[in-house]
C-alpha cells in the first residue's frame, strides 16, 4: 500500500491550490482516505476524510465551506481542493488510508501514510 501526496507550492491570500494523492495497493473503495496537516510547531491535524468512495465526507470545521475531498476511482486519486487560503493554511498536508470501519478523523486509525508536500500561503 503506498499513498503519494502532490501539489502543494507557494499560493498567496485568497487563492487557491489543488492537492492530489495517487495511492496504489489499494481500491478507494475499500479504504478510507483521509488529509491531515502539520502546521509550524503544531501536532498533525485532521483536515477531511473520504470514505466508501465518496459515500461518507468530513471535514474540520476550520476547512470546511474552503476546501473540498473528492476520489477518482478510475485514476486511484483522492483530491483536495483548497480555496480561500489563508496564511494559517500553511503546512505540510499528509494523505493517509484507513480500514473503513474507522471513525475517518483520528490520526491513530490511519495506518498508511504518504509523504507530505508542502503548502505556504503567503500574506
Known amino acids: 500500500v503506498q499513498l503519494q501526496a502532490s501539489g502543494g507550492g507557494l499560493v498567496q491570500t485568497g487563492g487557491s491550490l489543488p492537492l492530489s494523492c495517487a495511492v496504489s495497493?489499494?481500491?478507494?473503495?475499500?479504504?478510507?482516505v483521509g488529509w491531515f496537516r502539520q502546521r509550524p510547531g503544531k501536532e498533525r491535524e485532521f483536515v477531511a476524510t473520504?470514505?466508501?468512495?465518496?459515500?461518507?465526507?468530513g471535514y474540520a470545521d476550520s476547512v470546511k465551506g474552503r476546501f473540498t475531498v473528492s476520489g477518482d476511482n478510475a485514476k486511484n486519486t483522492v483530491y483536495l481542493q483548497m480555496h480561500s487560503l489563508s496564511p494559517e493554511d500553511t503546512a505540510i498536508y499528509f494523505c493517509?488510508?484507513?480500514?473503513?470501519?474507522?471513525?475517518?478523523?483520528?490520526?491513530?486509525?490511519?495506518?498508511?501514510w504518504g509523504q507530505g508536500t508542502l503548502v505556504t500561503v503567503s500574506s
Open positions: 493517509a488510508a484507513a480500514l473503513p470501519t474507522s471513525s475517518g478523523t483520528r490520526k491513530i486509525d490511519f495506518v498508511y
Open positions: 473520504i470514505k466508501n468512495s465518496g459515500g461518507l465526507i
Open positions: 495497493g489499494f481500491s478507494l473503495s475499500d479504504y478510507t
